[in-house]
């Protein structure tokens, strides 16, 4: 059996972190290159599959995989992005009150030895509680989420935010809603040759 490949999770959020970690296996996480609002007017599954492969095509690390992945939340059709201010925040949450969005997950690997980039999408419609403005300003003020799409945390109390969250019917995984759907993640590993069963 070959040595395992270097892996690299390019991502600084600790929630992705952790998802990995849960694997056991060694890796390293670093911060990719990527302009996330170099791409206006893609549409939603578009957009985040294609930051996906850019954060992964952007660490030049020598013979590695690199996984890359990236969050959109699509309001009928409209991509809301990070609210960076609790005013923002708490309009975003005022708009899905009541009402059903999909929430995009991307994740793409890619291989710096032979140049190889493969991804796939996960889809999960989230529908989230009719709330009134108390109770959405009360949120924003605990969780703070100003650098997360649709502004919310589900890793936090952002879960109470929901009373329905329907998987995507390929895999029904639920750490795709956390960031990085690990099913996904560990298929187009195994394309490239990793299986995490052999190690």
Same mark, same amino acid.
């Given at each position: 059996?070959?040595?395992?490949?270097?892996?690299?999770?390019?991502?600084?959020?600790?929630?992705r972190k952790a998802l990995l970690e849960r694997l056991g296996v060694s890796?390293?996480?670093?911060?990719?290159?990527?302009?996330?609002?170099?791409?206006?007017?893609?549409?939603?599954?578009?957009? *985040?599959?294609?930051? +996906? !492969?850019?954060? =992964?095509?952007?660490?030049?690390?020598?013979?590695?995989?690199?996984? @890359? %992945?990236?969050?959109?939340?699509?309001?009928?059709?409209?991509?809301?992005?990070?609210?960076?201010?609790?005013?923002?925040?708490?309009?975003?949450?005022?708009?899905?009150?009541?009402?059903?969005?999909?929430?995009?997950?991307?994740?793409?690997?890619?291989?710096?030895?032979?140049?190889?980039?493969?991804?796939?999408?996960?889809?999960?419609?989230?529908?989230?509680? *009719?709330?009134?403005? +108390? !109770?959405?300003? =009360?949120?924003?003020?605990?969780?703070?989420?100003?650098?997360?799409? @649709? %502004?919310?945390?589900?890793?936090?109390?952002?879960?109470?935010?929901?009373?329905?969250?329907?998987?995507?019917?390929?895999?029904?995984?639920?750490?795709?809603?956390?960031?990085?759907?690990?099913?996904?993640?560990?298929?187009?590993?195994?394309?490239?040759?990793?299986?995490?069963?052999?190690?």
């Open positions: 059996m070959s040595p395992p490949r270097r892996l690299i999770l390019a991502s600084t959020s600790r929630y890796f390293d996480a670093m911060a990719p290159d990527c302009d996330e609002t170099a791409h206006p007017g893609l549409g939603p599954d578009a957009l *985040a599959r294609i930051l +996906a !492969r850019e954060k =992964a095509t952007s660490v030049a690390i020598e013979d590695a995989l690199v996984i @890359g %992945s990236d969050q959109v939340v699509d309001l009928d059709g409209e991509v809301l992005g990070k609210p960076h201010t609790a005013a923002a925040a708490e309009a975003q949450l005022r708009r899905m009150a009541g009402r059903s969005h999909r929430l995009v997950t991307a994740v793409a690997v890619h291989d710096t030895r032979t140049g190889r980039t493969l991804d796939a999408v996960d889809v999960h419609t989230m529908t989230m509680r *009719a709330l009134d403005d +108390a !109770r959405i300003a =009360a949120y924003v003020a605990h969780d703070a989420p100003l650098d997360c799409a @649709g %502004s919310y945390l589900l890793e936090r109390r952002g879960i109470a935010l929901f009373s329905r969250i329907e998987a995507d019917p390929e895999t029904a995984d639920d750490t795709a809603i956390i960031g990085l759907p690990l099913m996904k993640t560990l298929r187009l590993l195994a394309e490239h040759g990793y299986d995490v069963l052999d190690g």
